[in-house]
């Protein structure tokens, strides 16, 4: 009797366990996607996971939130750096490379090289000028960079003929558009080296 009613109980127990989680299901059946996920939804409540799911949404909801928040943090830091980089970057070309505004020519017109440093001239011709160069600071390779601009009048431009252009021939302005000369000197304004 009691191999009877084992055997038994080993026969009835599957199926039991069987109908208490699958219902309708039988042996060999495969379910569609939606019946399992249907049974696991059902499932969770009695496992608690619901509440564990939602609070994990949560945690990481405010997570998500708060990479959020530091990331435009970050980016809010980053750029203020980057303006006040870009601000000393100006003062300090202004204060190496400083900008002399002509805005009358003349004639005649003298150029100085920065005491340090390089120097450029923005020149708006207003007669046919002869451009002289002085100063330049032994040690110190310095540039003057000179902007020419036209006017009115079709007006000429000439530099001093101990300027070494390449080739070896001073360049031909043009008398309607703006003319841009680099005059470099590597010995306070012994050797000049002119390029157009």
Known sequence: MRTMTAALALVLLPALALAQTTPNWTTGYVPPSTEWNALWASKADYTGLTGEIARAEAAEATLTTTAAAATTAATSATNA????????AAATAAATNPVTVVAASGTAQSLAFAASGNATYDVTKTGNVAFTLSGGRAGQYQTLTIVVRPGAGGFTESFPAT??????????????????????????????????
């Open 81 to 88: 750096s980057a303006a006040a980089t870009t601000a000393a």
């Open 163 to 196: 300027i070494k252009w390449p080739g070896g021939t001073a360049p031909t302005p043009s008398t309607s558009a703006v003319n841009v000369y680099t005059v470099s000197t590597p010995d306070a304004g012994t050797t000049l080296i002119g390029s157009y």
